[in-house]
């Protein structure tokens, strides 16, 4: 079935440090990838999407690839800072018969920066 | 615009007794999802609505959990009897038919004793 797996945390980091968080997919077809943050005491929120392999999501500085042939969707980010500290999710998006659009979730990676 | 609104945010009972969980989704989104999140977890999904249906409550444990979205809208989501074990965060999120990006709630954590 369908899996995602990424880093396992915590990830402790200075402020303006390079951020790489790791993930892979074992998937069915082609589903789309998704990160999603989730800030201390509050819901999951969209960072960023790709619906097709080589697309690029970005924002607020965050980018990841959608890379078929590694099956990867890696999040990076050039310089990390304090409002950034949050656990991070990977997800794929299930593509077919009855599991169409439900999200499969990784398990989540703290991430903590320091100034 | 509202955001996806869910209580209560906090709920403490004892093993064996009721609890009920209410989402309200926003509006003019008509699918919305249930999902589980065990501490130090991912979500899983428990259910997922297509205005009032059910198109997916295969991971949904129906001897004990059940849920109703009667007119296409608000959601409830009921452990009778709960368990040590349901003590976890249960999230609801929705989303605009056709639509991929599923819009998350706060969640509402649960503590069973």
């Known amino acids: 079935g369908n899996s995602v797996t990424q880093m396992e945390g915590p990830v402790t980091l200075s402020e303006e440090a390079f951020l790489t968080i790791n993930c892979t997919y074992t998937?069915?077809?082609?589903?789309?990838l998704f990160w999603y943050v989730q800030y201390p005491g509050e819901g999951l929120q969209l960072l960023l999407k790709?619906?097709?392999?080589?697309d690029k999501g970005s924002n607020k500085g965050f980018e990841a690839t959608y890379r078929k042939e590694t099956t990867s969707f890696h999040l990076e980010k050039g310089s990390v800072q304090v409002s950034d500290s949050a656990v991070y999710f990977c997800?794929?998006?299930?593509?077919?018969?009855?599991?169409?659009?439900?999200?499969?979730f990784g398990k989540g990676t703290k991430l903590s920066v320091k100034p | 615009e509202a955001g996806v609104v869910q209580s209560p945010r906090y709920k403490i009972i004892e093993k064996k007794q009721p609890v009920a969980f209410w989402c309200n989704p926003i509006?003019?989104?008509?699918?919305l999802y249930w999902y589980l999140q065990n501490l130090g977890q991912g979500p899983e999904l428990l259910i997922r609505?297509?205005?009032?249906?059910?198109?997916?409550d295969s991971q949904l444990p129906k001897d004990r959990f059940s849920a109703e979205r009667l007119k296409g809208v608000d959601s409830t989501l009921k452990i009778q009897p709960a368990e040590l074990g349901d003590s976890a965060v249960y999230l609801c999120?929705?989303?605009?038919?056709?639509?991929?990006?599923?819009?998350f709630g706060p969640g509402t954590r649960l503590l069973v004793l």
């Open positions: 999120a929705s989303s605009q038919g056709g639509q991929e990006t599923q819009y």
């Open positions: 998937a069915t077809g082609y589903p789309s």
């Open positions: 790709a619906t097709k392999a080589d």
């Open positions: 997800a794929l998006s299930g593509n077919y018969g009855g599991s169409q659009g439900n999200l499969i």
């Open positions: 509006s003019g989104h008509n699918t």
């Open positions: 609505y297509e205005n009032e249906e059910a198109v997916d």
